[in-house]
């Protein structure tokens, strides 16, 4: 059974930074591409960042991009998003998803390109 479960979300400050972790299990990890994706009320579910199954190839939200930096550690199961410089408007519930992929790919990016989904990890950023 494929598990993805989110972490280190919570409250911060504007301007302050956060790391979220996805821990997986029940699936052979290095060969899935994993995506983090976020939500708000009454929104589509939006990409955030992606990376490949070897952690090579990345790619981002063109509004995010220098702000957020996504990697992996295949050894440990775990993806991490890094995020700084954060604003009131990144609060959202943040997911992880995974996906089969059978090259290191690392553009997926719509919600439906992802099969397993994590419960999701909200972050507030206050002003």
């Known amino acids: 059974q494929v598990q993805l479960v989110e972490s280190g979300g919570g409250l911060v400050q504007a301007g302050g930074s956060l790391r979220l972790s996805c821990a997986a299990s029940?699936?052979?990890?290095?060969?899935?591409?994993v995506g983090w994706f976020r939500q708000v009320p009454g929104k589509e579910r939006e990409f955030v960042a992606g990376?490949?199954?070897?952690?090579?190839?990345?790619n981002y939200a063109e509004t995010l991009k220098g702000r957020f930096t996504i990697s992996r550690d295949n050894a440990k199961n775990m993806v991490y998003l890094q995020m700084n410089s954060l604003k009131v408007e990144d609060t959202a519930v943040f997911y992880c998803?995974?996906?089969?992929?059978?090259?290191?790919?690392?553009?997926?990016?719509?919600?439906?390109?992802?099969?397993?989904w994590g419960q999701g990890t909200q972050v507030t950023v206050s002003s």
């Open positions: 998803a995974a996906v089969s992929s059978s090259g290191d790919y690392s553009a997926y990016r719509t919600q439906y390109e992802y099969r397993y």
């Open positions: 029940g699936l052979t990890f290095s060969r899935y591409t």
């Open positions: 990376i490949s199954r070897s952690g090579d190839y990345s």
